[in-house]
């Protein structure tokens, strides 16, 4: 009888011991590595997820291409948009880093389709449309990161200790991984996709087309806008009469954008969206050349910015860009666009006035600004007004930047602009954390920082 | 310490009942008493230097069969004087034991067990709660500062039901808790935040929901000897709290406690007046070369000066009400108390109310078995306000507000954020800001327990305990359009912000324990226990946020247009432990002690399920020695040396696999995304622990000593190895790091007068070196707020957590008034790369001082705390002493020591607008933060016996008590004793518009009948 408690004792310990859940509980809301693929549906939401990396690329590339020319002026509490603003960024700056992370995250996502697609058992169809998203995806966010950082270390493999010290690729072969990209995503995506929110091939074409025409092979660049214009037989674009609307989400001339919900934005996050840093905080104005630039324009395009007197004070100017609303999305591709890059590769093939010209091309959107045609007499006449065309209708869309380095009118234009320009601005610095992580990347730092 | 828990240690010291074969075998029988007349259960009697012996029955009688040549019989018993009495041949010896008033015998609680004193050979610090229940303390953590050595304790800001760092022995983590283990009535409990939002760093406390007056003792296990028990959670130490529970035999008593004071802040900043701000303002911009007229600044004019401070901050109050009864016959013992606390903030619409219920009971069934339960029952509400680094907050912007706004327009109205004639971004109304929103935290805990005792067979006893500690967290909180959030930001609508959140976590807890002690002889003594635990936790939670509300009197989720970020999640752990314990004394002269416990963790990675946490002990009691025996003077010295790991558990869930989760959904399609690399070897972080003390006593207990050095290495710490973004993550985690602490630590306690005129001293110092050795790579890690110079703290190996980095400041160039800051690298510029290690956040020593008197009814007592060499970051002045940098904010006075022209001998710079060169972080905002404290001043008067009794009463006390009254410091910030980034390790020692602590001054009666 003494031992009865032992007993029970023991049975009890015994009871629980049998409870492994105990030591082996499921986690929720996560996945482990091999539960990831199993079907088309399940691939489709991973690739969702390389959307979501898109998306994250949306305000730093307007950040960059903007905040880094002469289009912006910092008016915050944030070191990282001070130094872009001032020319005086640092390798650890914060809008660098998160550029670059965005870039691979998006790649570690490609890299795991490409490695898990061929596993399982997915219908071909299925198969082309996702990898070929993906590719292109992949495309875009690597232009983008070799514009901004020059040649990147090309990462085409989820095996960690291969990345972790994988070394700078050089421009040019950074420039044909991604033209290799994209021609895969043509030859995969059909033709007949509309949705503006997703890579369709009017987006691959489009790319091709700022992609050539960076690369300043102009019969290319002329020959993909030409086919967005002019669409598959049927025109899948129209421009919008009224620029007001341009600036809308999913207008008849969007080709690829990227689409915000009330969700991304709550605004006490401290990812800040493009409306937060340009209205709810102003933590970046634009500056007060811009601000002249688009009232000597003349037409509608000015609606982009708005002035409040109660903003005035100090180095404020009391504008406020107000071309992005709460949840607004962030166009990368429209039409206008197709029309000004033949316009400019028509221009370097001296195909300068007359119908199908580039003053024809250039005009198609002045009319549509309601500012003054124009009338093409030279080369570098109609370059200098494509130039300030560009400016005037993307303002605040990310372009200026890349425009003035790519066609070696930085220097010039930002001497006048600031003293502080130097050579080094025409690039960001690679971020130290990976200078200091990647040992391969030890002396790979941009010159300058 | 309650006499049923008494009677059963004593068994402790049961000898074995072996009964030797005799010839000639005589009774002796007897009734054992106290010098009152009560019996006395439990007392060992045996003959000396045999193993024949017996207990005494429950109502002190006893009968024991003994060799007819016995000489002595001895009779012992805990916290009485042992007597050896000569049989003489009699057959009835009845016995008066008188207590042993030396504080020795007092028994300790050691976790699953609890032990004499004078046995411990351990680092274990006990806190007699009667030195703290004249004081405001909120929760029971804050009851340990001052009071224990190597026990440091900092409130994180003067906000009611804060947050508060305890450090038992230092920082052994770098990322994981460094909070110490919790057990009340053996629960482990939560600790951390309820809340799941913090406020600009600032957090609320999950321990502010156990009423501290219904404490009845706290021990503070320090050293591996102590805590390996505890394995895999102990290595930040183990704090372990008994209720008050029911004595037995005892009349049953009332208690009512009352208390009420006010409180203030203990000091405000000084800024600027509108006057000197716009000549300030406008010398700025002269200074750049602007116009100040040009940019908007007002003409100099003091037609509205704003004192913003004022109009935020208002004298609260505080007051508590409880009533407690305990008693018990010899079966059945109770302890009830239910009392009220509501403690409102100094700042404005900022005030925290607890109601909390406690009833434990115990009742001894057979005189083998017993059972009883605890609950404690607790309801809080904290009304929260925002601050420190929140440009919305309230304390923060009554700060940097500017002085020529006011808070009211012409009809009386609160100005709202964008309004016409209130200061534009990042400028908001902290008056509105303190009353418009709504932040309420409701949490409900219910700790509980049921316990079984059985005796197996003599001295072989069972325990199981079945406890639960649950807590539902629910924040509701609503953001008007009158606030910067609900009505400012575009991006959220400007039509109000609504959050509503639950949170609720569980414990479940069931161990059941053998515990085993025996005597050969009075020789030698064995004891031990062994025990295993289960441990199931589990966490829900669930948050919906909504805006577009259609007005501000609708200000539930119901009524908002738009429902976004809805969210609900679950997390469970759990805890599987295998433990033992084995004590050995020889003599009472040489004690020993082996410990160790074996824990699996669902935390652990696949490839380390389970660890294992060993530690050994050694005392001498050098006093027991013969060639000592002569020395009166001395009572007692005990040397004790012990070794052994713990470990760290709180390394987070599912870190060890490789995952994919659900990330916010793209164009309407559901997204999943990669989350973490896995690390099947993921496992705890693991201290080794050294400890040598000593525990001296002289002159009948009048002077105590304890000294102990310790030295502790942590390994495995839990880091995240950064990882190139080109691997698709940013770090993968794994046990990388090693930390060091080192200290000693020293406890004097003294009787200094005990006559009619009673007075005693506490005094307790201690200094910690903690140094990190070794991080994942040779790079440090950086910490804190961002700075031109990286961030506000570094985490490099050789230096200790905490260190701040920055530029070093030299000063102010007399010529141009511009700031001169040492070139590290000597190339001439000024870049990120002359960062430097400018101070840290650990104090060179700290400590407490307590002074009691008493003098017939009278008694007073005077508790001071301080700590010395510890720096802190002014992080506020990088706004509020920003050398012009802006103008949107005000300035502290220290601006009008700033540069004005050529030739100034200045320490600030000068006055530039759009000028950061001069702001940059530097050395000129780390300051001195040492400070001594008048923390607690009690004076009480109780009455004395024959009024008493015509009242029927048997205490009457009534008392005024000061907290926080007198502070030394040079410190210029508005309060030294702050952490703008409550919780924080690594970034300690910053003070961004920090709530300073706050004065209390209070009222209290004690009524006992």
Same mark, same amino acid.
């Given at each position: 009888?003494?031992?009865?408690?032992?007993?029970?004792?023991?049975?009890?310990?015994?009871?629980?011991?049998?409870?492994?859940?105990?030591?082996?509980?499921?986690?929720?809301?996560?996945?482990?590595?091999?539960?990831?693929?199993?079907?088309?549906?399940?691939?489709?939401?991973?690739?969702?997820?390389?959307?979501?990396?898109? &998306?994250?690329?949306?305000?730093?590339?307007?950040?960059?291409?903007?905040?880094?020319?002469?289009?912006?002026?910092?008016?915050?509490?944030?070191?990282?948009?001070?130094?872009?603003?001032?020319?005086?960024?640092?390798?650890?700056?914060?809008?660098?880093?998160?550029?670059?992370?965005?870039?691979?995250?998006?790649?570690?996502?490609?890299?795991?389709?490409?490695?898990?697609?061929?596993?399982?058992? +997915?219908?071909?169809?299925?198969?082309?449309?996702?990898?070929?998203?993906?590719?292109?995806?992949?495309?875009?966010?690597?232009?983008?990161?070799?514009?901004?950082?020059?040649?990147?270390?090309?990462?085409?493999?989820?095996?960690?200790?291969?990345?972790?010290? +994988?070394?700078?690729?050089?421009?040019?072969?950074?420039?044909?991984?991604?033209?290799?990209?994209?021609?895969?995503?043509?030859?995969?995506?059909?033709?007949?996709?509309?949705?503006?929110?997703?890579?369709?091939?009017?987006?691959?074409?489009?790319?091709?087309?700022?992609?050539?025409?960076?690369?300043?092979?102009?019969?290319?660049?002329?020959?993909?806008?030409?086919?967005?214009?002019?669409?598959?037989?049927?025109?899948?674009?129209?421009?919008?009469?009224?620029?007001?609307?341009?600036?809308?989400?999913?207008?008849?001339?969007?080709?690829?954008?990227?689409?915000?919900? &009330?969700?991304?934005?709550?605004?006490?996050?401290?990812?800040?969206?493009?409306?937060?840093?340009?209205?709810?905080?102003?933590?970046?104005?634009?500056?007060?050349?811009?601000?002249?630039?688009?009232?000597?324009?003349?037409?509608?395009?000015?609606?982009?910015?708005?002035?409040?007197?109660?903003?005035?004070?100090?180095?404020?100017?009391?504008?406020?860009?107000?071309?992005?609303?709460?949840?607004?999305?962030?166009?990368?591709?429209?039409?206008?666009?197709?029309?000004?890059?033949? &316009?400019?590769?028509?221009?370097?093939?001296?195909?300068?006035?007359?119908?199908?010209?580039?003053?024809?091309?250039?005009?198609?959107?002045?009319?549509?600004?309601?500012?003054?045609?124009?009338?093409?007499?030279?080369?570098?006449?109609?370059?200098?007004?494509?130039?300030?065309?560009?400016?005037?209708?993307?303002?605040?869309?990310?372009?200026?930047?890349?425009?003035?380095?790519?066609?070696?009118?930085?220097?010039?234009?930002?001497?006048?602009?600031?003293?502080?320009w130097t050579e080094k601005d025409e690039l960001w610095p690679i971020p130290l954390r990976e200078i200091i992580n990647n040992t391969s990347l030890k002396d790979a730092q941009n010159p300058g920082y | 310490m309650n006499k049923n828990l008494l009677s059963l240690f004593s068994c402790l010291f049961f000898m074995s009942v072996l009964v030797q074969a005799q010839d000639n075998e005589v009774q002796i029988s007897g009734k054992i008493i106290d010098s009152d007349g009560a019996p006395i259960p439990g007392v060992n009697i045996y003959i000396q230097n045999t193993s024949t012996g017996t207990i005494s029955e429950f109502d002190g009688n006893y009968n024991l069969t003994i060799p007819e040549n016995s000489q002595i019989v001895v009779f012992s018993y805990i916290g009485f004087l042992t007597i050896e009495e000569p049989i003489n041949n009699r057959s009835v010896i009845n016995i008066t034991m008188t207590e042993d008033t030396k504080q020795l015998e007092e028994l300790i609680v050691t976790g699953y067990s609890s032990q004499s004193k004078a046995d411990v050979i351990g680092s274990i610090s006990s806190l007699d709660p009667a030195v703290i229940k004249d004081m405001p303390i909120t929760g029971l953590d804050q009851a340990l500062q001052g009071q224990v050595s190597g026990v440091s304790v900092t409130q994180s800001s003067g906000?009611?039901?804060?947050?508060?760092?305890?450090?038992?022995?230092?920082?052994?983590?770098?990322?994981?808790?460094?909070?110490?283990?919790?057990?009340?009535?053996?629960?482990?409990?939560?600790?951390?935040?309820?809340?799941? %939002?913090?406020?600009?760093?600032?957090?609320?406390?999950?321990?502010?929901?156990?009423?501290?007056?219904?404490?009845?003792?706290?021990?503070?296990?320090?050293?591996?000897?102590?805590?390996?028990?505890?394995?895999?959670?102990?290595?930040?130490?183990?704090?372990?709290?008994?209720?008050?529970?029911?004595?037995?035999?005892?009349?049953?008593t009332f208690n009512i406690d009352v208390q009420r004071g006010i409180i203030d802040p203990t000091n405000t900043i000084e800024v600027l007046n509108a006057k000197e701000l716009l000549a300030l303002q406008r010398e700025a911009m002269i200074n750049a070369g602007e116009d100040p007229d040009g940019a908007g600044i007002p003409g100099v004019t003091d037609a509205v000066d704003t004192k913003w401070q004022e109009e935020v901050m208002r004298q609260a109050i505080v007051q508590q009400y409880q009533l407690s009864t305990r008693g018990g016959s010899e079966k059945t013992q109770f302890y009830l108390s239910g009392a009220y606390r509501e403690e409102e903030g100094v700042m404005l619409n900022n005030d925290f109310k607890r109601a909390t219920l406690v009833a434990n009971i115990d009742h001894k069934a057979t005189s083998r078995l017993s059972f009883g339960l605890n609950v404690n029952l607790a309801r809080t509400k904290n009304n929260r306000v925002k601050g420190d680094n929140f440009l919305d907050g309230v304390y923060n912007a009554a700060l940097t507000s500017l002085p020529y706004y006011q808070p009211y327009d012409e009809e009386g109205n609160l100005f709202a954020p964008g309004d016409a004639g209130y200061a534009g971004f990042p400028n908001f109304n902290p008056v509105g800001q303190a009353i418009e929103p709504r932040f309420?935290? $409701?949490?409900?805990?219910?700790?509980?327990?049921?316990?079984?005792?059985?005796?197996?067979?003599?001295?072989?006893?069972?325990?199981?305990?079945?406890?639960?500690?649950?807590?539902?967290?629910?924040?509701?909180?609503?953001?008007?359009?009158?606030?910067?959030?609900?009505?400012?930001?575009?991006?959220?609508?400007?039509?109000?912000?609504?959050?509503?959140?639950?949170?609720?976590?569980?414990?479940?807890?069931?161990?059941?324990?053998?515990?085993?002690?025996?005597?050969? *002889?009075?020789?030698?003594?064995?004891?031990?226990?062994?025990?295993?635990?289960?441990?199931? %936790?589990?966490?829900?939670?669930?948050?919906?946020?909504?805006?577009?509300?259609?007005?501000?009197?609708?200000?539930?989720?119901?009524?908002?247009?738009?429902?976004?970020?809805?969210?609900?999640?679950?997390?469970?752990?759990?805890?599987?432990?295998?433990?033992?314990?084995?004590?050995?004394?020889?003599?009472?002269?040489?004690?020993?002690?082996?410990?160790?416990?074996?824990?699996?963790?669902?935390?652990?990675?696949?490839?380390?399920?389970?660890?294992?946490?060993?530690?050994?002990?050694?005392?001498?009691?050098?006093?027991?020695?013969?060639?000592?025996?002569?020395?009166?003077?001395?009572?007692?010295?005990?040397?004790?040396?012990?070794?052994?790991?713990?470990?760290?558990?709180?390394?987070?869930?599912?870190? $060890?696999?490789?995952?994919?989760?659900?990330?916010?959904?793209?164009?309407?399609?559901?997204?999943?995304?990669?989350?973490?690399?896995?690390?099947?070897?993921?496992?705890?972080?693991?201290?080794?622990?050294?400890?040598?003390?000593?525990?001296?006593?002289?002159?009948?207990?009048?002077?105590?000593?304890?000294?102990?050095?310790?030295?502790?290495?942590?390994?495995?710490?839990?880091?995240?190895?950064?990882?190139?973004?080109?691997?698709?993550?940013?770090?993968?985690?794994?046990?990388?790091?090693?930390?060091?602490?080192? *200290?000693?630590?020293?406890?004097?306690?003294?009787?200094?007068?005990?006559?009619?005129?009673?007075?005693?001293?506490?005094?307790?110092?201690? %200094?910690?070196?903690?140094?990190?050795?070794?991080?994942?790579?040779?790079?440090?890690?950086?910490?804190?707020?961002?700075?031109?110079?990286?961030?506000?703290?570094?985490?490099?190996?050789?230096?200790?957590?905490?260190?701040?980095?920055?530029?070093?400041?030299?000063?102010?160039?007399?010529?141009?008034?511009?700031?001169?800051?040492?070139?590290?690298?000597?190339?001439?510029?000024?870049?990120?790369?002359?960062?430097?290690?400018?101070?840290?956040?650990?104090?060179?020593?700290?400590?407490?001082?307590?002074?009691?008197?008493?003098?017939?009814?009278?008694?007073?007592?005077?508790?001071?705390?301080?700590?010395?060499?510890?720096?802190?970051?002014?992080?506020?002045?990088?706004?509020?002493?920003?050398?012009?940098?802006?103008?949107?904010?005000?300035?502290? %006075?220290?601006?009008?020591?700033?540069?004005?022209?050529?030739?100034?001998?200045?320490?600030?710079?000068?006055?530039?607008?759009?000028?950061?060169?001069?702001?940059?972080?530097?050395?000129?905002?780390?300051?001195?933060?040492?400070?001594?404290?008048?923390?607690?001043?009690?004076?009480?008067?109780?009455?004395?016996?024959?009024?008493?009794?015509?009242?029927?009463?048997?205490?009457?006390?009534?008392?005024?008590?000061?907290?926080?009254?007198?502070?030394?410091?040079?410190?210029?910030?508005?309060?030294?004793?702050?952490?703008?980034?409550?919780?924080?390790?690594?970034?300690?020692?910053?003070?961004?518009?920090?709530?300073?602590?706050?004065?209390?001054?209070?009222?209290?009666?004690?009524?006992?009948?």
């Open positions: 009888m003494k031992y009865r408690f032992t007993i029970s004792f023991l049975t009890l310990v015994l009871s629980f011991s049998s409870c492994t859940d105990l030591l082996n509980p499921e986690p929720v809301n996560l996945i482990t590595n091999d539960q990831v693929l199993k079907d088309a549906n399940s691939a489709r939401v991973v690739l969702t997820s390389a959307y979501r990396d898109l &998306a994250s690329l949306g305000a730093p590339k307007i950040i960059a291409g903007d905040l880094t020319a002469d289009n912006l002026i910092h008016n915050g509490t944030f070191t990282q948009y001070r130094e872009i603003s001032s020319k005086d960024m640092s390798a650890s700056n914060g809008s660098a880093s998160a550029l670059w992370g965005v870039i691979y995250s998006m790649s570690y996502i490609v890299s795991f389709l490409n490695e898990g697609l061929p596993a399982i058992d +997915i219908p071909q169809g299925d198969f082309d449309q996702i990898t070929g998203e993906a590719s292109f995806l992949r495309a875009y966010a690597y232009f983008v990161g070799a514009y901004t950082f020059g040649g990147l270390p090309i990462v085409t493999t989820t095996d960690v200790d291969e990345n972790k010290k +994988i070394p700078r690729a050089t421009l040019e072969e950074t420039l044909d991984f991604i033209e290799s990209d994209l021609l895969y995503a043509l030859d995969k995506i059909p033709e007949e996709s509309f949705n503006s929110g997703l890579a369709t091939n009017g987006a691959v074409k489009a790319l091709m087309a700022r992609y050539y025409l960076y690369r300043e092979n102009w019969t290319e660049a002329e020959k993909y806008a030409t086919e967005v214009i002019d669409g598959n037989g049927v025109k899948e674009y129209i421009l919008e009469e009224d620029y007001e609307d341009v600036v809308s989400d999913f207008s008849t001339e969007s080709i690829l954008e990227i689409v915000y919900s &009330a969700n991304d934005n709550p605004g006490t996050s401290t990812n800040f969206s493009i409306n937060n840093l340009f209205v709810g905080r102003r933590e970046i104005i634009p500056s007060s050349e811009m601000v002249l630039a688009l009232q000597n324009d003349g037409g509608s395009r000015n609606i982009v910015i708005e002035f409040d007197g109660i903003n005035a004070r100090g180095a404020d100017n009391g504008w406020t860009i107000v071309r992005y609303g709460p949840f607004d999305n962030i166009q990368l591709f429209r039409l206008a666009e197709m029309y000004i890059i033949r &316009a400019e590769a028509r221009a370097q093939q001296n195909n300068i006035s007359g119908s199908n010209s580039s003053e024809s091309d250039i005009n198609i959107i002045r009319q549509r600004a309601g500012v003054p045609l124009i009338q093409g007499t030279s080369k570098n006449q109609m370059l200098a007004a494509i130039e300030n065309e560009r400016r005037m209708e993307f303002c605040f869309e990310g372009h200026r930047w890349y425009d003035l380095i790519r066609t070696g009118r930085a220097k010039t234009v930002m001497d006048e602009f600031t003293s502080n | 906000t009611p039901g804060g947050g508060i760092m305890v450090r038992v022995r230092g920082n052994s983590s770098i990322s994981s808790s460094n909070r110490p283990l919790y057990i009340v009535d053996g629960i482990p409990v939560r600790d951390g935040g309820l809340s799941t %939002r913090s406020f600009g760093g600032q957090n609320d406390n999950a321990l502010s929901t156990i009423n501290p007056n219904d404490i009845e003792s706290i021990e503070i296990l320090k050293d591996a000897s102590a805590k390996a028990i505890y394995g895999s959670r102990a290595a930040n130490g183990v704090v372990i709290i008994t209720t008050k529970r029911g004595k037995a035999g005892a009349p049953t309420d935290t $409701y949490a409900t805990k219910m700790l509980g327990g049921l316990y079984a005792k059985y005796e197996i067979i003599p001295n072989l006893y069972f325990t199981t305990k079945f406890n639960m500690d649950y807590t539902s967290t629910i924040e509701d909180q609503f953001e008007p359009s009158t606030s910067a959030i609900g009505g400012f930001l575009q991006s959220v609508g400007q039509q109000g912000y609504g959050i509503y959140s639950t949170t609720e976590s569980s414990t479940l807890l069931n161990n059941n324990v053998l515990t085993y002690n025996t005597s050969i *002889g009075d020789v030698h003594s064995i004891g031990g226990l062994l025990g295993t635990e289960f441990i199931s %936790r589990t966490s829900r939670s669930g948050s919906t946020v909504g805006i577009l509300f259609p007005s501000d009197d609708f200000t539930y989720l119901t009524s908002s247009g738009l429902i976004l970020d809805g969210s609900s999640f679950l997390i469970n752990s759990g805890l599987i432990s295998f433990f033992g314990e084995v004590n050995y004394k020889y003599k009472s002269k040489y004690l020993a002690k082996v410990t160790a416990r074996y824990d699996g963790s669902s935390r652990f990675g696949e490839d380390r399920k389970f660890g294992f946490f060993p530690a050994f002990s050694l005392g001498w009691r050098v006093t027991e020695e013969d060639f000592l025996q002569g020395i009166s003077w001395l009572d007692d010295f005990k040397i004790r040396a012990s070794y052994g790991l713990t470990g760290n558990e709180r390394i987070g869930n599912f870190q $060890y696999l490789a995952t994919w989760g659900a990330t916010t959904a793209y164009n309407g399609i559901p997204a999943v995304g990669p989350a973490t690399l896995g690390n099947p070897n993921l496992g705890w972080e693991q201290t080794t622990e050294m400890d040598i003390g000593t525990d001296i006593a002289f002159y009948a207990g009048r002077i105590q000593v304890v000294f102990d050095y310790y030295y502790n290495v942590t390994n495995d710490l839990l880091l995240s190895e950064a990882l190139p973004f080109t691997t698709g993550f940013g770090s993968v985690l794994g046990n990388l790091g090693e930390v060091t602490n080192e *200290g000693v630590e020293f406890t004097l306690t003294t009787v200094n007068i005990d006559k009619e005129l009673n007075w005693t001293s506490q005094f307790n110092i201690s %200094r910690n070196k903690n140094i990190i050795q070794q991080l994942a790579t040779d790079e440090p890690q950086f910490s804190g707020y961002s700075t031109f110079t990286n961030n506000t703290h570094i985490v490099s190996p050789g230096k200790p957590l905490g260190t701040f980095w920055g530029l070093k400041y030299l000063g102010v160039d007399p010529g141009t008034g511009d700031a001169i800051y040492y070139d590290k690298n000597n190339d001439g510029k000024l870049t990120a790369d002359d960062g430097t290690f400018i101070g840290d956040a650990q104090p060179d020593f700290f400590g407490g001082f307590t002074n009691t008197f008493s003098y017939k009814g009278f008694d007073a007592s005077l508790f001071f705390q301080f700590s010395y060499g510890n720096e802190m970051i002014n992080f506020g002045n990088t706004t509020l002493l920003n050398s012009g940098e802006d103008i949107e904010n005000n300035q502290s %006075r220290e601006a009008l020591k700033r540069w004005q022209k050529e030739g100034d001998i200045a320490s600030i710079p000068k006055y530039e607008f759009g000028n950061t060169f001069n702001n940059r972080f530097s050395s000129r905002f780390v300051e001195d933060a040492s400070y001594l404290r008048l923390k607690n001043l009690t004076i009480g008067y109780s009455l004395n016996g024959e009024i008493l009794s015509k009242l029927r009463l048997n205490k009457l006390r009534i008392y005024a008590s000061g907290t926080n009254i007198w502070t030394l410091t040079n410190y210029t910030g508005a309060d030294p004793e702050v952490n703008s980034l409550d919780g924080s390790t690594t970034a300690q020692g910053l003070d961004l518009y920090t709530f300073p602590q706050v004065r209390t001054i209070l009222f209290g009666l004690n009524l006992g009948f």
